[in-house]
């Protein structure tokens, strides 16, 4: 099956910095890959997410890039905020076939001081 | 509209009872999901419904757990005879095919003693 990799585990950056979060997939079938933010208690939240049909996306202050070859992703924050705080989960899916159960990291706990 | 929600929020239970945690996904999504997190990890895929059936079953980790969707909208997770090992918050996910983006519910923290 699938395995996702994430880094760094924790990350701490001063407000207006910005933050970058890697992963790395393992199966080039996958091909749907959305990040989700949680805030402590509460369910997980999609913020952005790309297909491998696209190289980048923007939203805003998030942006995510997917290198299919490499077989890794990464979601980019500019200016961040002190409510920017939260782990941070990448995941992985394919969404052939009757499938799409999502493949998680392992989580970035992301600090942003004032 | 109304999100993913689940019940109960929390469940104190005894090891060797039986539980079963409640889903109501988003109204019209067919495909559901269940997954478990443990603290400090990131969800892990239990169950897969597509409609009433279980599309992908394979996350499961042993017969003590089953789930059903019996009208393809509310799920049910249950767990037999829990073990401590089984303390985790277990969520529910839904969308609107098995290829959408998958919302979440806020999930149900189940301890067992």
């Known amino acids: 099956g699938e395995n996702v990799e994430q880094h760094p585990s924790t990350l701490s950056v001063q407000e207006g910095d910005s933050a970058v979060i890697k992963c790395t997939y393992s199966d080039s079938a996958s091909n749907y890959f959305p990040w989700y933010k949680q805030e402590l208690g509460k369910r997980p939240q999609l913020i952005i997410d790309i297909r491998s049909n696209v190289g980048e996306k923007k939203d805003q202050r998030i942006a995510v890039t997917l290198n299919k070859t490499a077989k890794h992703f990464s979601l980019h924050i500019t200016e961040t905020q002190p409510e920017d705080s939260a782990v941070y989960f990448c995941?992985?899916?394919?969404?052939?076939?009757?499938?799409?159960?999502?493949?998680f990291g392992r989580g970035t706990q992301l600090t942003v001081w004032p | 509209g109304a999100g993913v929600s689940q019940t109960p929020s929390n469940k104190v239970t005894e090891k060797g009872k039986y539980v079963e945690l409640r889903c109501d996904p988003i109204?019209?999504?067919?495909?559901l999901y269940w997954y478990r997190q443990s603290l400090g990890q990131g969800p892990e895929f239990l169950i897969y419904?597509?409609?009433?059936?279980?599309?992908?079953d394979s996350g499961l980790p042993n017969d003590r757990f089953f789930a059903v969707r019996p009208e393809g909208s509310v799920s049910t997770l249950k767990i037999q005879r829990t073990e401590r090992g089984d303390s985790a918050v277990y969520l529910c996910?839904?969308?609107?095919?098995?290829?959408?983006?998958?919302?979440f519910g806020p999930g149900t923290r189940l301890t067992v003693l």
């Open positions: 419904f597509q409609g009433t059936g279980a599309a992908d």
């Open positions: 995941a992985a899916s394919f969404t052939g076939s009757t499938l799409g159960r999502l493949y």
């Open positions: 996910a839904s969308s609107l095919e098995g290829v959408g983006t998958q919302y």
């Open positions: 109204s019209g999504h067919t495909a």
